[in-house]
């Protein structure tokens, strides 16, 4: 990741997409970038409403949670954030939306099956749905962090989506493709019958789903 004022300017620009996309409402949900040579997260902050931020309000803290950098409080979920940082090297941003279609199947406890081949790249697979949490704690990552060893984003039951990449715009796009597929398989389930991508085609595309991302 770059520097500490260029990570500021990617997550500002895309909360506010996000949130004009409706991945965030009023002030739910978060994202965060971590420099690792550093050990600095950028983060958004607690109860400051997506439209009206600006680059001052991000906050900087160490994986701790100390606060360098900033006049508010980081997202009360900033423990969830620097768990995934600790115990997944490949990840340098979390995202945590309460996208409405993908937010609904989590409220279900159902997962988003394996439906649309970009899911494959994109997500590593199906999405999966990690159990009821205390939001705020350090505990929420828990799950969530077995099942990023073979996928990049899962449901958060009764509480939204959680996606992670490699860099801020990475994460980005894979919770927008987290509320396509669930917004695909809303429709595709009242249409009828939902047809999964079968295990021939996703052999052939190289994936073990078992295994790993592919």
Same mark, same amino acid.
């Given at each position: 990741?770059?520097?500490?004022?260029?990570?500021?300017?990617?997550?500002?620009?895309?909360?506010?997409?996000?949130?004009?996309?409706?991945?965030?409402?009023?002030?739910?949900?978060?994202?965060?970038? +971590?420099?690792?040579?550093?050990?600095?997260?950028?983060?958004?902050?607690?109860?400051?409403?997506?439209? @009206?931020? @600006?680059?001052?309000?991000?906050?900087?803290?160490?994986?701790?949670?100390?606060?360098?950098?900033?006049?508010?409080?980081?997202?009360?979920?900033?423990?969830?954030?620097?768990?995934? +940082?600790?115990?997944?090297?490949?990840?340098?941003?979390? *995202?945590?939306?309460?996208?409405?279609?993908?937010?609904? *199947?989590?409220?279900?406890?159902?997962?988003?099956?394996?439906?649309?081949?970009?899911?494959?790249?994109?997500?590593?697979?199906?999405?999966?749905?990690?159990?009821?949490?205390?939001?705020? @704690?350090?505990?929420?990552?828990?799950?969530?962090?077995?099942?990023?060893?073979?996928?990049?984003?899962?449901?958060?039951?009764?509480?939204?989506?959680?996606?992670?990449?490699?860099?801020?715009?990475?994460?980005?796009?894979?919770?927008? +493709?987290?509320?396509?597929?669930?917004?695909? +398989?809303?429709?595709?389930?009242?249409?009828?019958?939902?047809?999964?991508?079968?295990?021939?085609?996703?052999?052939?595309?190289?994936?073990?789903?078992?295994?790993?991302?592919?």
């Amino acid at each position: 990741m770059g520097d500490i004022m260029d990570i500021k300017k990617n997550i500002l620009e895309v909360a506010k997409n996000a949130y004009d996309q409706k991945l965030f409402a009023g002030t739910s949900g978060n994202l965060s970038g +971590y420099i690792r040579e550093k050990g600095r997260v950028v983060i958004t902050p607690s109860s400051i409403r997506y439209e @009206t931020m @600006t680059i001052e309000d991000l906050v900087v803290i160490d994986l701790e949670g100390n606060i360098l950098e900033g006049k508010h409080q980081p997202s009360s979920e900033w423990k969830m954030h620097c768990m995934v +940082y600790r115990e997944c090297e490949e990840v340098s941003s979390v *995202f945590h939306t309460h996208s409405p279609y993908a937010t609904s *199947f989590a409220v279900n406890g159902m997962p988003i099956p394996l439906i649309l081949i970009e899911m494959l790249p994109f997500l590593g697979g199906d999405v999966p749905v990690a159990k009821l949490v205390i939001p705020g @704690t350090g505990g929420m990552a828990a799950e969530p962090i077995q099942l990023f060893k073979n996928r990049n984003a899962c449901l958060l039951a009764n509480h939204g989506v959680l996606a992670v990449g490699s860099t801020v715009d990475q994460a980005y796009i894979r919770a927008e +493709y987290v509320e396509d597929a669930a917004k695909i +398989y809303h429709y595709a389930k009242l249409n009828g019958q939902v047809n999964l991508i079968p295990d021939k085609i996703i052999k052939t595309m190289g994936y073990d789903l078992k295994g790993g991302k592919g």
